[in-house]
């Protein structure tokens, strides 16, 4: 494998480990904004189930800001901007995929 190669696999491995890390993140905090409306699940599938059947999102592009609905009502903003930075200290790249908000 040539190195060129070889820092392309690097570089796939590491977008795919921290786009993982930010869903698995996303994840808790959507959840966490079902549990304040009431909603709690037993386990994956239950949640996987009620989130098809009964949420909803509306992505405006123009304002970067997603809104997350159960049964039509909002329950979790997202305002998104994705910030990446690379410091040459010890090549750490963080990543900023915006904020939320509990509504």
């Known amino acids: 494998m040539s190195s060129l190669n070889a820092i392309e696999s690097l570089n796939r491995m590491f977008a795919e480990t921290l786009i993982s890390k930010m869903s698995k ?31 909803s999102v509306i992505d405006n592009i123009e304002h970067k800001e997603r809104i997350y609905s159960v049964h ?21 790249l ?5 904020y939320y908000c509990f509504l």
Request: glycine share 8%.
């Open 25 to 55: 993140t996303f994840d808790e905090i959507a959840i966490e904004g079902l549990k304040r409306k009431g909603f709690e699940f037993q386990d994956n599938s239950e949640l996987e189930s009620f989130v098809k059947e009964n949420c």
């Open 72 to 92: 039509g009502k909002p329950f979790l903003l997202h305002r998104y901007e994705v910030v990446y930075d690379l410091e040459n200290r010890g090549n750490l």
């Open 94 to 98: 963080t990543a900023n995929y915006g």
